[in-house]
Structure formats: C-alpha cells, structure tokens
C-alpha cells in the first residue's frame, strides 16, 4: 500500500496519545521450529498497521513532546556475510519509502534512545503493545521489555496502546478494503476450484490441496487460517482441521477458509454436496441456514449494533431450528449452534477492536450462521464478508455462489 496509508495510522494514534509520551512497538521474530528452522516470520499487526514494514526484530518509536511527534524506525544494520545466506535486509531509504517515517536509525541506537527520552526529554509515559491472550499465558517479549523498564526507570509510566491501535483497525480505509478484496477473489477462486473437482471417494486434503494450489498461484502471501473442509459428521466440529477423511457419496462438506493477501484476509464458508445435488432433510438444513443467512446481510447498516444483530442470528435460527423439528423451545438453541453471528475482518482474521459496537461505514464483518446436527451427520455453515457502506452494506463475496441451485448447476458443469 502507499506510505500516505501508514503515515495516516500513525498519525490518527498518536492524536489519541497524551503529550510526554514515547509509543514503541516491536516487529517480532519468528520462533524456532526445531534444530536450526525456524517457523516462517509474521510481523506484528499492529507494527505493521503502523509501518508496511514486513521484516523482523525492527522497532517503531512515536515520540510525543510539547504536543510535537518525533518518528523514529530501528532496524539491522545491513550483515553482508549473513545476506549471502538468507537474503538482503531493508535498508534506510527503502524503510523511509515504505513507511514514510520522518528517520530510520540502527537497533544499536534504541536503548539509547529510550534513555535519552526518559532522562532528557522528560517524556513520562511509555506506550507498549501489551496484549495478552489469558491470565496464563507465557510473558510475551514486550511484557519483558516492560519489566526492565520498570526496574530501571519506577517513575516512568507504563501504558498499554493496545485497545487504542485495535479501535482504529476496526474501520478500515478505502486501500484496506482493497487487499481485503483481493484476499477475497483469490479465496473465491480457490472455492471454484475445489468444487470442480469435489466427488465422492476422494479425501478432504486432496479438496483443500485445490485451495492451496490457487492461493500459491495468484501469489497469496499465507492463508487466513487452516483450512477447514469437514465432510459429513466431521463439519459438526467448528474447527475441525484434521482433513484426513475420505469423502462419501451424500456427504456435505463445509469449507471454511481464506487467502491472505498482503496480510489482509478473506474468509469464505461454503457447505456443498459431493455428489453435486443437495437432497432431503440436508437441503432443508442448508436453506434454513441460508435464510438466517440473508436475513442477517440485510440487518447490516450504519448505527446498527452489532450485539442486537448477534441476537436476531441467535433467534432466527432458534426458529429454523424449530422448523426442523430439532427442538421444542428457543431457548435450547445452543445445542446445534453455539459460535456467534460473525467477527471483524481486517489484518487478523479475526480482527481487533471491540465487538459488540455500533457499525460504522468502512467496518467489515463476517456473517456465518450455522447449524451443526452431529448424530445426523450434518453440518453447514455459510459465510459472507460484509462492508458497511454509507447507506447500507456491501456483500464483498457476492460473487460465491451460495444458493442450491447456483451449486448444484455449477457443480453439474
């Protein structure tokens, strides 16, 4: 993306942030893997949300002093020896293209720097992105970072800027929502192609291995997650990753997955037949979830919370629920559908930010109902990625067939 693009993230951040103030933020490094691999590198998102910067160990600092915002990048010193073995490394103009910061200096100068800021400048509170997962979880590096700062400077405030970059990340910018539509074309092209060659007798890795091959092809950077393709009693397990079943003649099978472009995601579900038609009690499961489905895309506009939008998905399909004959009392709902409506869709694919908010255009979330009837051996979720516009929503994965008779004539083909 254009720099302009990173210049603007931080910028916005930074008027959120109190005056006396140093943010820093790290790239990361990819852990080690066994022996001398290491798994492959992913930066950061919120450094990168800040940056466009891909490499890793660099650090961002945004230094705020008498309401002015200093700009520092840290980055390695460029090791010609070690680029004969894994390649060239960024270097200072090139950073400065990439990411528009106003000055790039080595790693060698940051601790230094912090120092300074801290004794020289007065600056008081210290910025980090602090995020963690549970109250268990391992220290991550820059909770450690947090702790030597501690202990050498008490009187220096340590501040999580976490929840401020996640609130942001929730509204998308028009060039954000370009490399979601990207993610989102090369998924789609993936799904088409896996349901030209979906059959019975075959093995759900040999269907995702389709998916796989597109992604690679049209030049997508990784996948959003592990692919999900669940046939039959497998697709009643919501993250059901194995993929090692072979795929028999009246199965549904429930793909769920997504390109990553750019580090921006889509993500598709889709539940199709393998003997290409949806017959009996299974058709009747897809068109009731394909109802809460559409119903749900049409409850997507500006000011609409997205709390109450959970709620109706929890009640209409409460309804089909009935419908079907699977149980007697709204209430019992959970017994065949206990994930929510959707989630955010942005650099994570389950993005940040808060969750039950009132929407705003430029937001994007995901619409997957799904009805999971394990001792009938079905399963089928069917999922859109959805932008709220100015006066309403945009369907970003229109172009996925859903309907039964879009995919059983596609799949006849």
């Not at 890795?205 to 009693?233: M, N, P, Q, R």
């Not at 109902?369 to 051996?377: A, C, K, Q, R, V």
Request: glycine share 6%; aromatic share 10%.
């Amino acid at each position: 993306m254009n720099k302009e693009v990173f210049i603007s993230n931080r910028k916005r951040l930074m008027e959120r942030v109190e005056d006396n103030s140093l943010v820093i933020l790290f790239a990361g490094n990819a852990p080690k893997k066994s022996a001398d691999e290491a798994y492959p590198f992913t930066p950061n998102r919120n450094f990168y949300y800040l940056t466009g910067i891909d490499e890793e160990e660099h650090i961002i600092t945004l230094r705020k002093k008498d309401n002015k915002v200093e700009e520092v990048l840290f980055i390695k010193k460029p090791d010609l020896e070690k680029e004969k073995w894994l390649g060239k490394t960024i270097r200072k103009n090139e950073a400065i293209e990439i990411s528009g910061v106003d000055e790039v200096k080595y790693l060698e100068e940051f601790l230094p720097f912090v120092h300074s800021s801290i004794i020289t400048n007065g600056i008081t509170n210290i910025w980090l992105d602090l995020e963690r997962d549970s109250f268990n979880e391992d220290a991550t590096y820059t909770e450690k970072f947090a702790k030597k700062l501690m202990r050498k400077y008490p009187y220096v405030n340590i501040k999580c800027i976490y929840n401020y970059i996640a609130e942001l990340r929730l509204v998308k910018s028009e060039e954000e929502v370009k490399e979601i539509r990207k993610a989102i074309r090369v998924t789609i092209d993936g799904v088409e192609m896996l349901m030209k060659h979906a059959k019975p007798g075959i093995k759900e890795y040999e269907l995702e291995a389709y998916f796989d091959f597109v992604c690679k092809k049209e030049g997508a950077k990784d996948y959003a997650f592990k692919t999900i393709a669940a046939a039959g009693k497998n697709a009643a397990v919501l993250h059901y990753v194995a993929n090692n079943s072979e795929i028999n003649d009246g199965d549904l099978i429930l793909f769920d997955l997504g390109a990553q472009v750019n580090y921006y995601n889509g993500d598709i579900s889709r539940t199709i037949p393998a003997n290409g038609k949806f017959e009996g009690r299974k058709k009747d499961v897809y068109n009731a979830v394909l109802r809460v489905n559409e119903k749900i895309i049409d409850a997507i506009k500006p000011g609409a919370n997205w709390g109450k939008i959970n709620e109706m998905a929890n009640d209409l399909l409460a309804e089909e629920m009935i419908g079907l004959g699977l149980i007697k009392d709204k209430k019992d709902y959970r017994k065949y559908y206990w994930h929510s409506i959707g989630h955010s869709l942005g650099l994570d694919c389950h993005d940040v930010g808060p969750r039950w908010v009132d929407l705003k255009p430029g937001m994007i979330f995901t619409v997957e109902p799904g009805l999971y009837i394990e001792e009938e051996g079905i399963g089928v979720r069917i999922e859109d990625d959805v932008l709220v516009t100015e006066d309403g929503n945009e369907v970003l994965t229109k172009e996925m067939i859903k309907s039964v008779e879009e995919i059983e004539n596609f799949m006849a083909k």
